[in-house]
């Protein structure tokens, strides 16, 4: 298996389902010609032309929408925004219409359209750059929110959106488009949406987290376990929604400690769902508050203080330890 | 350097019948009684429909919904000169045209009286459900005429309907840039009914006309008596040939007069004097074109009878087979949030039931 990068990765998937089926079409700003600002949809232009990898006005709101119309005509259209930071333009046609149609017509029409975004922190860029907005996403009921955290499964999940029936937003942690390579096979492979995964078993304490995050997390967890001998359970998330909460549940019924780790602000957020979650099912097999490691509630600094508000390592070993001693 | 002139931009205007009933035989379509009677009947049945729902509304049996009194001839004409194979993409103002596409005036009824059970026509009517927010539902249409350009339907295009009020939105301009740069074959149509609410069409744009908007994209503008069904027919009938020859979107300004209120929860008295309105009733598209039916000799009073009768007939019958109507299932929002199961709202259905279950086991206690 060849060990490839997530921007490698991503651009297989994109690939391998454009070859497989004519209706998958991609559109948005520089995807064509200049592959993508992230070089994500390279080369697909020269191999699938202009009418399948189509260069549009900067206008995300006609991205999106237009791209609504393509997927009711029976198109498989994988929308772009060029970040995430630059997606809000879309949100109306998200609430309005592609979270509804299968509801509002009790599911003659549906919405099956895909849009990529990167998002997140940590690579020096200018303003609106850098947040992590997946609970905003995650808020519109009939839409799933998919964020995945490697080369691997970065690959197997998009595969899965472009397949999936539904309205998929799919945030890709630009951190790590280039930052580590992971073995991908040629073949295709498929991660349920809906699933989170465990990582890694434990009996102490659940770690979960998400995206960018699950890199710092694995150092974090793995420098607590040399230190202190504990044995951790660690969940990424995968897809945040629908959330698997039940993965999470049972992991922390049987360890009884949990931390959440996010990119994002703290309040209102993924990681208040999770507690709220725990807090439903298992609050009597808690020996510990639920920890919240995250972004503060600031409006996302300039990258020359940013890594100091970004959730790192030895924050998440902190909160590991906090969670452990209580 | 001399300055040049580097454009050269008109608008047209196109009126084939006037509010008197004169007619421009040159510009006449060519349509086949049988054509005329459909298209007279589709405006006459949504004027009863219309007025029907009014009466229902009043009285508490149906909920808010957007009269279309007055307008019937701007979307009659347009989707008499549709075909099944043509998507209608409309906001909430189109209801002669849905029923016209096979909508019936029992899922009217459910829509406006707040089950989406309305919204049941299937995607191969090629009729997008009823879209609230305005001018919204553009870019869905311009997205639809990419698909068949795409795939290659050379005989379908994309009618596109929206209000005055839509011209200002976003959506508008971005989907009129889209469409003509993909040259996509689009029909715009803006139902110019002169309120946006309570705000008039002069301070809604500050442009003589809203069909010249349609310059900014190179993409041919045109503006129509739109209560004058002929004309209608006529210019959507051209835009359509043009869409499926790839020579790229029309808009079209459809000049009508909104004679009710926005919706029913609106009081135009308000805003706008009953002298207008008066002079806007001379204007009523149904009268012309009925008129113009029985100087071609294929209209009289014995059979506007027997169609007022008809349909009087096919809206009570819808009237009652709604009242009767309760098998409303209760849990069907959990049905379609997602075309994929999951246990989150598996869960939260079972909540919702077992609730229900309590409500009812207590009303009967207290019965």
């Not at chain 2, 503006?223 to 002929?230: M, S």
């Not at chain 2, 040939?241 to 004679?259: M, Q």
Request: aromatic share 8%; glycine share 8%.
């Amino acid at each position: 298996m060849p060990k490839i990068n997530m921007v490698q990765a991503l651009n297989l998937a994109l690939d391998q389902e454009m070859a497989k089926d004519d209706r998958v079409v991609l559109l948005g700003e520089d995807v064509g010609l200049d592959g993508g600002v992230f070089r994500v949809t390279d080369g697909l232009f020269d191999k699938y032309g202009e009418e399948r990898v189509i260069d549009t006005p900067i206008a995300e709101s006609a991205i999106y929408g237009s791209a609504i119309g393509m997927a009711l005509a029976g198109l498989k259209p994988v929308a772009e925004m060029q970040f995430s930071g630059f997606s809000y333009y879309l949100l109306h046609q998200l609430e309005s219409h592609a979270s509804r149609f299968r509801s509002r017509t009790q599911g003659r029409w549906s919405v099956p359209l895909v849009v990529r975004m990167p998002y997140g922190g940590a690579v020096r860029a200018l303003e609106h750059h850098s947040e992590s907005r997946e609970a905003t996403f995650a808020h519109f009921p009939g839409v799933k929110v998919v964020i995945p955290s490697t080369p691997r499964n970065a690959r197997a999940l998009l595969t899965a959106s472009i397949r999936d029936p539904d309205p998929v937003i799919f945030m890709e942690p630009k951190r790590s488009y280039r930052a580590f390579r992971e073995e991908v096979p040629e073949e295709e492979e498929v991660v349920e949406i809906g699933k989170a995964k465990v990582v890694q078993d434990g009996n102490d304490l659940t770690v979960v987290a998400w995206g960018a995050m699950m890199r710092p997390t694995l150092k974090a967890v793995a420098a607590v376990q040399e230190k202190r001998g504990v044995s951790i359970e660690l969940i990424d998330l995968l897809t945040i929604a629908p959330m698997d909460g039940n993965t999470i549940v049972r992991s922390v019924e049987k360890t009884g400690r949990c931390v959440v780790v996010q990119e994002a602000p703290r309040s209102f957020s993924v990681a208040a769902e999770i507690i709220a979650k725990i807090n439903d099912k298992v609050l009597l097999s808690l020996e510990a508050p639920v920890k919240r490691v995250t972004h503060y509630d600031v409006v996302t600094p300039y990258f020359g203080r940013e890594l100091m508000y970004i959730p790192d390592v030895g924050r998440i070993i902190r909160g590991i330890d906090e969670t452990l001693d209580f | 350097m001399p300055i040049r002139q580097i454009g050269d931009f008109s608008i047209s205007y196109v009126q084939v019948l006037d509010e008197h009933g004169n007619l421009d035989e040159e510009l006449e379509p060519e349509l086949g009684e049988e054509q005329l009677i459909k298209a007279y009947r589709a405006m006459v049945l949504a004027r009863e429909v219309d007025q029907r729902m009014l009466k229902l509304q009043r009285q508490g049996r149906m909920g808010t919904f957007a009269p279309t009194t007055g307008q019937e001839a701007a979307v009659v004409g347009p989707t008499l000169a549709m075909t099944e194979k043509d998507w209608f993409v409309c906001s909430f103002r189109e209801t002669p045209g849905r029923l016209m596409r096979g909508e019936t005036i029992l899922q009217t009824f459910m829509y406006y009286n707040g089950y989406e059970e309305g919204n049941t026509l299937l995607p191969s009517a090629r009729t997008l459900p009823v879209s609230i927010p305005v001018g919204s539902q553009i870019p869905h249409g311009v997205g639809i005429a990419y698909a068949m350009k795409y795939l290659g339907e050379k005989d379908a295009a994309a009618v596109i309907f929206f209000g005055d009020g839509g011209t200002s939105q976003g959506d508008f301009h971005e989907g009129l840039n889209f469409a003509s740069l993909w040259r996509a074959p689009a029909v715009f149509i803006c139902q110019n009914n002169h309120w946006a609410i309570s705000v008039p069409r002069s301070k809604q744009s500050y442009s003589q006309t809203l069909a010249q908007k349609a310059i900014a994209y190179d993409m041919r503008g045109i503006q129509v008596d739109g209560n004058d069904l002929l004309a209608m027919y006529k210019v959507t009938r051209e835009a359509l040939d043009r869409a499926y020859a790839g020579e790229g979107p029309t808009l079209i300004e459809a000049v009508t007069y909104r004679l009710m209120m926005h919706t029913t929860a609106d009081d135009p008295k308000k805003y706008r004097s009953e002298e207008e309105v008066q002079e806007w009733w001379k204007r009523d598209p149904i009268p012309r074109f009925k008129l113009y039916l029985e100087r071609k000799g294929i209209w009289n009073d014995s059979r506007q009878g027997d169609l007022e009768d008809e349909i009087k007939k096919e809206i009570e019958a819808a009237v009652r087979e709604f009242e009767q109507k309760g098998d409303f299932k209760p849990d069907a929002p959990f049905d379609h949030v997602f075309g994929t199961e999951h246990e989150e709202i598996e869960e939260q259905r079972g909540d919702f039931l077992a609730n229900l279950a309590e409500l009812e086991k207590k009303e009967a206690a207290n019965a």
